[in-house]
């Protein structure tokens, strides 16, 4: 090949190395899906920029071959010094994944690059020369190098396996090419390299001394690396396939995908279903077996509903089953899936994963069994709180202390009912102490019975730990010592006449001689404890009566006694005579009789109180069963809570219902003409009624607070519009009163918050300071920024202001400063629930006043960097649509069953001559009435006697006749989760009583005229 060819071929050559980089970028920004978790992916983007840069100066460059126009010129060195930027930054960030590698900084590294290109560019004859030089020799060919170093060094990290070993050769061969680039990168043109130096080499050298034109040379790395980056991909997805089926085959349990038909049909199972079933998951998926015959019987029912409930609210559904396997072996199994639905809401299929479950069952089997073993227990087990309240005692608990049968720890037993003042002091003064800093006490104590009797017992007294490591639970294994303190008086009647021998003692006591290690002699516990008799104790070595095994590490024992380093020694292995082991505490000192040298130790079996540990150990473990168990009724009991709170809102809102619907009715036009008296008098209930409104609803959103319950959903807001609303909103009010309202917000804010309780708050500071204010006083609202990435905004007046004590006091719910406010309406919610709402929003609120001159009261909300949906910060338009039947007559029901409430709608439909208002009592006869008059819409309580309104919409829309019908819910369930439940459910609307008029002819003209829903 010669250099004539390569000249002839060089546009030619220009098309390939362009196309390949245009595929190397291609390639990496697929590759930022793909690889998604490994060490590249976050840094494809740079390579993407600078394949696409580079391939589109590789077109220019070309072109420039057929036309040198100056302007080509300047796009192809504007686009070289771009590429080799993007280049430069995946270089370093590859570099600086190395472990333990030197990190490079990007501002210094391209403060530097940019430095020295300035510099050559000075230096060099030619600007655009020497801005060529500058850039390949500081720019582009470190970028590659480090590109290509930091590819070998990600290759030699990778773990190799027989799945990766492909990926890491592709690696290496993407991180040669790189570097071989950044080799021929440099050399420059002839005419700009031979400007700045003679011997610096050029494309026309490499062209001279190897017969190839360099461009040549560059396309084929192109190719190569856009080759290897392309592979990779392909790669990277046959390695995902394959990991995870391998993950799916090695769980305890299988993924599926079924129909929801009643034989749960199977499309896909995961190998580990035989693991499961016993049967292949081919024998599923091509319908040989059906996985509805593998649940039990008694349990294919209550999976059926429990699924289809699921379905029915599009929620995951989570289940537990028995299961049927090959053997017939019942399993435990614990599932967990979903619905796929299409746009259309229609169901796809079902899928999800079920798991094996026995351990569990085993597990909570084994916990009843321990807790029958406790109560059973012939030990009396007992536990109280710190304060001395009685938990929980047992069966033999009751019989010690001579307690009724059914004697309940509920009944208020205290634990110093059963002590003497003394012992009870003792308890104080020196057990509890103890076990707070041991964690147990182990000692004898007199228990009084209820039937005035002193028992001695043995007390085995422990703490159950609770939060921080603080004593919850005091625990406490009673052993009755009646029979034991019998058989010891017993003794020590004996040990009285045989004292010579010497003082008996429970414990043994055994003296042996330090030099021959021959025992001299014993008493006869020690001799009973190894089962010999006394008289043959003078015939044993102490080699005798230890294990071999343990015999090296009880002498040094001994040692230590001897020497005082220890006082006892403690679970020292005793050999019985008949080769079985007891424990010992063993004690042990040296002393001379007759010139003899010998060691005397004390044994004390210890048996009993290993038996005894264990058993605590096991009581501890029932205990804590206990304790999830009684966190589980926490978390019922708060459940309840909510559903108090429901039915609250529920019971406050339809009396009001009555009250300002009424109002708003005599206030219509058209009605009979009221006197100025009348008229004022219902716009004062009607007052009074929006009043007695707000503060049930702040009192329930104080309610749902101080409960945890109360739903804040932050999203990015625009501020100022919502501060434009809301003083558009009081700005009447404000006017009655002679005081002008100021808006200084003019810097767009975005703030992250829940829009509704934004809004709340502003309208709560706003109606506050027209309130508290003076007659022609004055109120400005401002906006401003705040430190931390905040935004403040302030409402001040020029009301009486407020004192440090009463400002102390302002954020207290139900507290009113009466002395400065007479005659002012209030009650002293809507600050603190300001404060909850803020604080709820991450936010901060606060008081700033001087007495006599005003207040300024101000909250700051974090500023949000995505932009805010504008829907969420503009109110909805709230005028009326035209009437849908101008002049024609149309039908609507109204199912309800609290007379005030139907009687109230009547009145208000009375106005409108276009409408025929049919009403019933209870949704059974509403199904029928709407069956055969089919009116064209339906008003539908949900709290309904019999049959509920979410019921009858469900009977409705399986109904032909009235499935096209519009439904709109009236309801005086006020709650966040029960308006979505309904527009869930299928209703075209959700009321909430108190009705507002204007809403209910919005909304019913509205649905009668939009097109009616098909079949």
Known sequence: MTPGWGETSLG?????????????????????????????????GWLAAFGVLHGL?????????????????????????????????????????????????????????????????????????????????????????????????????????????????????AALAMLGYAALTLLPSPASGRLLAEWLPTTADFLAASGWPVQLVHAALAVLLAAGFVILNRQGDTLAATTLRRVTDNLD???????????????????????????????????????????????????????????????????????????????????????????????????????????????????????????????????????????????AFRNLLAMPEDADPSDGYRVQSFY?????????????????????????????ALDGRYIPTLNSVFALPGEAGEAEVIANVITDLTELKRAEAALAESESRYRQLFELSTDGIAYADTESTSLVSANLSFANMLG?????????????????????????????????????????????????????????????????????????????????????????????????????????????????LSRMSHELRTPLNAILGFTQVLQLPGGAPLSTQQADNVREIHHAGEHLLGLVNEVLDLARIEAGQLEIAPEPVALVPVLEHAVAQIEMRARERDIPLTLQAHEPSTVLADPLRLRQVLLNLLSNAVKYNRDGGQIDVGCEPATDGRVRVSVRDTGHGLSTEQQARLFRPFERLESAYEGIEGTGIGLALAKQLVE????????????????????????????????????????????????????????????????????ILDRRADIELLSVENAEDGLVLAGQERPDLILLDLNLPGMDGFEALQRMRADPVTRAIPVIAVSANAMKRD???GMAAGFQDYLVKPINVRDLYIAIDTHLASPKRTS
């Open 253 to 395: 349990g299988f993924v599926y995908r079924c129909r929801n038909d009643r034989d749960w049909t199977v499309t896909f199972m995961s190998e580990g279903g035989e693991n499961l079933t016993g049967y292949p998951a081919a024998d599923f998926q091509r319908g040989a077996r059906h996985f509805a015959d593998q649940i039990y019987p008694d349990d294919q029912e209550c999976v059926w509903n429990e699924v289809q409930a699921a379905l029915a609210q599009r929620v995951e559904f989570r289940l537990q089953y028995r299961m049927l396997d090959r053997a017939g072996r019942v399993r435990w199994c614990y599932e967990e899936g979903r619905g796929h639905f299409d746009a259309r809401g229609e169901l796809l299929y079902l899928e999800g994963l079920v798991r094996n479950d026995d351990e569990r069952h085993r597990a909570e089997d084994a916990r009843r069994r321990m807790q029958a073993l406790v109560e059973g227990a012939p030990e009396a087990v007992g536990w109280a709180d710190p304060d001395g309240t009685v938990l929980y005692f047992n069966r």
């Open 57 to 173: 100066q590789g077109f220019i460059d070309g072109e420039r071959l057929r036309d040198p126009a100056p302007g080509l010129a300047v796009l192809s060195a504007v686009l070289m010094v771009s590429s080799f930027a993007a280049l430069l930054e995946f270089g370093r960030r590859l570099w600086n994944e190395r472990p333990g590698g030197r990190r490079l900084a990007a501002l210094p590294l391209f403060a530097v690059t940019g430095l020295g290109i300035g510099a050559v560019m000075w230096v060099a004859p030619a600007a655009a020369a020497g801005l060529e030089l500058g850039t390949r020799y500081l720019l582009g060919a470190p970028a590659a190098a480090l590109a290509g170093i930091g590819l070998l060094s990600l290759a030699g990290g990778t773990t190799r396996a027989q799945d990766t070993f492909a990926r890491i050769r592709w690696l290496r061969i």
């Open 12 to 44: 030619l050559i220009f098309q390939v190395y362009a196309l390949a980089f245009f595929v190397l970028g291609i390639a990496a920004l697929h590759g930022m899906r793909r690889e998604r978790g490994s060490g590249l992916a976050p840094h494809l």
């Open 532 to 644: 010999y008799a006394q008289a043959e104790i003078a015939q044993l070595s102490v080699r005798d009566i230890y294990p071999p095994d343990d015999l090296s590490w009880v002498l040094e024992q001994f040692s230590e006694l001897a020497s005082g380093h220890q006082a006892v020694a403690r679970d020292v292995p005793v050999l019985r005579r008949d080769g079985s082991v007891f424990y010992a505490d063993i004690s042990a000192s040296w002393v001379t009789v007759s010139g003899r040298s010998l060691m005397v130790g004390v044994f004390r079996d210890v048996s009993q109180r290993r038996i005894e540990a264990q058993r605590i150990q096991d009581l501890n473990e029932t205990l804590e069963a206990r304790v999830l168990e009684r966190t589980a009724d926490l978390e019922r009991a708060n459940a309840a809570k909510n559903e108090f």
């Open 979 to 981: 308006i979505e439940r």
């Open 420 to 448: 003497d003042n003394e012992v009870f002091a003792f308890l104080e003064a020196t057990v509890l102490p103890t076990v707070a800093t041991s964690g147990q006490w182990t000692g004898e104590l007199a228990l009084k």
């Open 840 to 907: 709820g929003m991450q936010g901060s609120i606060g008081v700033d006043s001087v007495p006599g001159e005003g207040s300024t009261f101000w909250f700051e909300l974090p500023l949000s960097d995505d932009r805010a949906d504008m829907d969420h910060d503009t109110p909805a338009s709230t005028s009326k649509p035209d009437p849908a039947t101008q002049g024609k007559s149309q039908t609507i029901l109204y199912i309800e069953d609290n007379p005030a409430n139907l009687r109230l709608v009547q009145k």
